[in-house]
């Protein structure tokens, strides 16, 4: 995987990899709404990586850069892969890299960009950065959309890394979201149980493989840094922030220290914020952190991706392709036999898995065991198994599959099973009574195997044709 020492190294790295084009700069795009509409109107179709710089009201040089990982060739290069890894090896790579993961613990340094500008007292002023309004009903302006955010554990010391909206509001203080399990809150509880306030650190701008692990539920206990090195190959490199004492990346673009109080102390209003479904749903009293100190490289970028339609590939692929990987993983445990491959749509909201079959009852077997993987608050909804015909990475051919192979009343089934609490289709008063139960559905649209050697041949150009009028017509077919 990749060894990026930063997200400017990493940014460096697209434009080397892959082109000038990889990576766009946009001058004069304000923050209120067209950063964040020039970036999903660009991941819509899965377009290049943005750099936004003289915004409107900030210094040249204080900069916005979105959809990092927005393609699958992004995401290789993120992950370390040559850029033309097909699709399909990248969920193979994390599948087989998860299996013989060493956590690598990070690296201490003395001292690291992030220092140049170190703001206490009174020039702490978190409007010093020009964070988007991303979407035009979001209740603030959110700095922490794919951020860090780093606690320890007052017993242990063990040091915990995850991803939660952060709102900037005001000065000195930022509002974080974590729903109800989440690692940072369980911590933050310990202290409060002690009175006293929980120490934190919010990471802005860092490479995607730090990114991709914050985002990741590591088990309890283990430390997500520790994951970043195994999967990096070396340890990260971290400093201790000069007031909390927690390891932060020596490289980080910015970060905001603080401490977090209990909620009944203080909590703000936060939210609603468009969030990864499509909608917007949470708002409510939530934590806030007292900010206490800001350290930032000179020229700093802002990280963002915003949630949009899960249906666009959008800043992040490398977490639906993760789960793809634990999903496959799963089938292979549990004895599911020549499984071909697992890929995610929508975040996750459409599991596909092709098998090979080799019996009548594969399809279904595959079936439950994907939908049998314990999820941690995600929200897969439809898990569709084809045959090895079909191309999983591509959904019209998954489509196809489904309009063609699916006898609707025998093979569908619609199970019981919990979903999250941003649903958008939990009725209110259940929502409210704490009742997330929903359905999943398991649609077999495999050729039924009693009959597979007499289903109706496919009119599509074959495989081995295919290569030959690559290779024969290779300019024709690459306009
Ligand atoms: C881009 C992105 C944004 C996220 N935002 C939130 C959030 O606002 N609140 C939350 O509780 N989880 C959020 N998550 C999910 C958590 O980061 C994820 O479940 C992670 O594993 C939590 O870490 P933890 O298990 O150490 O608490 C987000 C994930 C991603 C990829």
């Given at each position: 995987m990749g060894a990026f020492r930063d997200l400017r190294h990493y940014i460096d790295h697209l434009t080397e990899a892959l082109g000038r084009g990889e990576v766009l700069r946009i001058d004069g795009a304000d923050r209120d709404l067209d950063i964040g509409g020039i970036t999903e109107l660009l991941a819509e179709r899965e377009g290049p990586a943005l750099m936004f710089d003289n915004i409107p009201g900030f210094p040249a040089g204080y900069r916005v850069f979105t959809n990092?990982?927005?393609?699958?060739?992004?995401?290789?290069?993120?992950?370390?892969?040559?850029?033309?890894?097909?699709?399909?090896?990248?969920?193979?790579?994390?599948?087989?890299?998860?299996?013989?993961?060493?956590?690598?613990?990070?690296?201490?340094?003395?001292?690291?960009?992030?220092?140049?500008?170190?703001?206490?007292?009174?020039?702490?002023?978190?409007?010093?950065?020009?964070?988007?309004?991303?979407?035009?009903?979001?209740?603030?302006?959110?700095?922490?959309?794919?951020?860090?955010?780093?606690?320890?554990?007052?017993?242990?010391?063990?040091?915990?890394?995850?991803?939660?909206?952060?709102?900037?509001?005001?000065?000195?203080?930022?509002?974080?979201?974590?729903?109800?399990?989440?690692?940072?809150?369980?911590?933050?509880?310990?202290?409060?149980?002690?009175?006293?306030?929980?120490?934190?650190?919010?990471?802005?701008?860092?490479?995607?493989?730090?990114?991709?692990?914050?985002?990741?539920?590591?088990?309890?206990?283990?430390?997500?840094?520790?994951?970043?090195?195994?999967?990096?190959?070396?340890?990260?490199?971290?400093?201790?922030?000069?007031?909390?004492?927690?390891?932060?990346?020596?490289?980080?673009?910015?970060?905001?220290?603080?401490?977090?109080?209990?909620?009944?102390?203080?909590?703000?209003?936060?939210?609603?914020?468009?969030?990864?479904?499509?909608?917007?749903?949470?708002?409510?009293?939530?934590?806030?952190?007292?900010?206490?100190?800001?350290?930032?490289?000179?020229?700093?970028?802002?990280?963002?991706?915003?949630?949009?339609?899960?249906?666009?590939?959008?800043?992040?692929?490398?977490?639906?392709?993760?789960?793809?990987?634990?999903t496959w993983d799963h089938l292979e445990a549990s004895g599911v036999q020549n499984v071909k491959g697992v890929w995610a749509y929508a975040r996750q909201l459409l599991m596909v898995v092709s098998i090979e079959q080799t019996g009548a009852g594969d399809a279904m077997h595959a079936l439950l065991a994907a939908a049998g993987r314990k999820r941690t608050g995600g929200m897969e909804r439809y898990f569709v198994v084809v045959d090895e015909d079909i191309d999983i990475t591509d959904i019209n051919h998954v489509l196809w599959a489904m309009f063609t192979r699916v006898h609707p009343t025998e093979s569908i089934q619609v199970l019981r099973a919990p979903t999250t609490a941003i649903d958008p289709r939990l009725a209110p008063d259940r929502l409210a009574a704490g009742d997330l139960s929903m359905g999943i559905v398991l649609i077999d649209a495999c050729k039924p195997f009693a009959w597979k050697d007499r289903y109706p041949p496919a009119n599509r150009v074959d495989q081995a044709t295919r290569e030959r009028l690559r290779e024969r017509w290779a300019g024709v077919l690459a306009l």
């Open positions: 990092f990982m927005g393609t699958p060739a992004r995401t290789a290069v993120a992950l370390g892969l040559p850029h033309d890894t097909p699709a399909l090896d990248i969920v193979r790579a994390w599948k087989d890299l998860s299996k013989r993961i060493e956590p690598v613990p990070p690296v201490e340094v003395a001292t690291g960009p992030v220092l140049e500008n170190v703001l206490v007292g009174e020039d702490v002023d978190l409007g010093i950065f020009p964070t988007p309004r991303w979407h035009d009903r979001d209740g603030g302006r959110y700095i922490g959309t794919a951020c860090m955010v780093i606690t320890r554990d007052p017993d242990s010391g063990w040091v915990n890394v995850g991803t939660y909206r952060a709102c900037v509001q005001g000065r000195d203080r930022l509002s974080l979201w974590m729903l109800g399990n989440r690692h940072a809150k369980a911590i933050a509880e310990k202290y409060w149980a002690r009175g006293q306030t929980c120490p934190i650190a919010v990471v802005v701008g860092q490479d995607p493989i730090l990114s991709t692990a914050a985002a990741i539920a590591a088990p309890s206990g283990m430390s997500e840094y520790d994951l970043a090195g195994g999967l990096r190959g070396e340890g990260v490199e971290v400093l201790y922030a000069p007031g909390s004492e927690l390891p932060i990346p020596a490289h980080a673009e910015i970060v905001i220290e603080g401490e977090l109080p209990p909620v009944e102390e203080e909590s703000v209003l936060e939210g609603p914020f468009g969030e990864w479904t499509g909608y917007y749903t949470h708002s409510g009293q939530e934590t806030v952190v007292r900010v206490t100190r800001i350290l930032h490289r000179d020229d700093p970028i802002i990280l963002g991706a915003p949630p949009m339609l899960p249906t666009i590939p959008a800043g992040d692929q490398a977490v639906p392709l993760y789960s793809a990987s634990l």
